[in-house]
C-alpha cells in the first residue's frame, strides 16, 4: 500500500481481535536460543552519521543484526536503510514516529504499522520487514496487531541503557556482564548522540568471542 494511502488522517483498517478470532496475541521474543548466543539489536534508525559507522564496525566483525526502523528516518535517510539490507541486516518496524502506542485501538496500531512497513518498502522493494518492536517497550495491544500483519514481536533479555550515554567503558562492561545465553541485545544506533554505543560494540565483540560467545539471528530471520 503506498505511503500516500496511509496518512495518518486516513481511516484505520480493521483488525479483529475478539477473543476466538485471529491469532493469539503474542509473546515479545526476548531470547533466541539456549547457547552461547546473543543477538544484537538496535533501535530508532536510521541514523546519517552513526548508523554508517556502526555498519562498518559490524562488517569488520562480520556481526549481523536486526534495526528496528522508524519511519520517519526512513522517510530521510533512505539510502542508509538501503545499505543496511545489502550488507545483509534484517530489518523490523518500530513505528512511525516513535509513540507510545499502550494505548491505541488496534485499527490506530495497524495503520501506524502498515504506514512504517509502506515507507520501508519505498526505500527497499520487497525486503521482508520480519519483526516489531514497540517504541519505549510499551507494548499494548501492538504484540497481536503486529503478528496478524506477520510481524514477530521482539522485546529484549539484555538493555543497557544506552539512551543515557555513560561512557563506552561502562556500556562495556553492562555489555559483558549482561550476556546471557541467547539474549537479544537492546542498543541504539538513533535517537541521539550513539558513538559512545558504536564504540562498545567495537570492543565488545571481539572480547565476547574470546570468551565463547557468538552472534547469530533468529532462525526464522532468513539470515543465519
Known amino acids: 500500500m503506498p505511503p500516500s494511502t496511509q496518512s495518518r488522517h486516513a481511516p484505520y483498517p480493521a483488525v479483529t481481535l475478539r477473543p476466538g ?75 512511525m514516529r516513535h509513540d507510545d502506542m499502550s494505548g491505541w485501538a488496534a485499527g490506530r496500531i495497524a495503520s501506524d504499522l502498515l504506514e512504517t512497513n509502506a515507507v520501508i518498502r519505498q526505500a527497499v522493494p520487497y525486503t521482508r520487514v520480519g519483526y516489531f518492536r514497540a517504541p519505549y517497550g510499551a507494548w499494548g495491544q501492538t504484540p497481536t496487531v503486529a503478528a496478524a500483519l506477520g510481524m514477530r514481536p521482539m522485546g529484549w533479555r539484555l538493555a543497557v541503557t544506552d539512551w543515557e550515554p555513560p561512557g563506552t567503558d561502562e556500556l562495556l562492561r553492562r555489555l559483558t556482564d549482561g550476556a546471557a545465553p541467547g539474549a537479544v541485545v537492546l542498543l541504539h544506533d538513533g ?21 565463547g560467545w557468538r552472534f547469530a539471528l533468529p532462525d526464522n530471520s532468513g539470515r543465519h
Open 21 to 95: 478470532i485471529g491469532p493469539p496475541p503474542a509473546r515479545p521474543v526476548e531470547v533466541i536460543d539456549t547457547g552461547q548466543v546473543l543477538c544484537l539489536t538496535f533501535d530508532d534508525g536510521p541514523h546519517p552519521v552513526h548508523t554508517p559507522r556502526l555498519l562498518d564496525v559490524l562488517a569488520d566483525h562480520d556481526v549481523r543484526a536486526i534495526f528496528f526502523l522508524r519511519g520517519d528516518q526512513v522517510v530521510r535517510y533512505p539510502e542508509v536503510v538501503r545499505r543496511i539490507t545489502a550488507e545483509g541486516h534484517v530489518l523490523g518496524n518500530h513505528g
Open 191 to 211: 535517537g541521539g548522540d550513539r558513538s559512545q554505543t558504536v564504540d562498545a560494540v567495537d570492543r565488545f565483540v571481539p572480547s565476547a568471542r574470546t570468551a
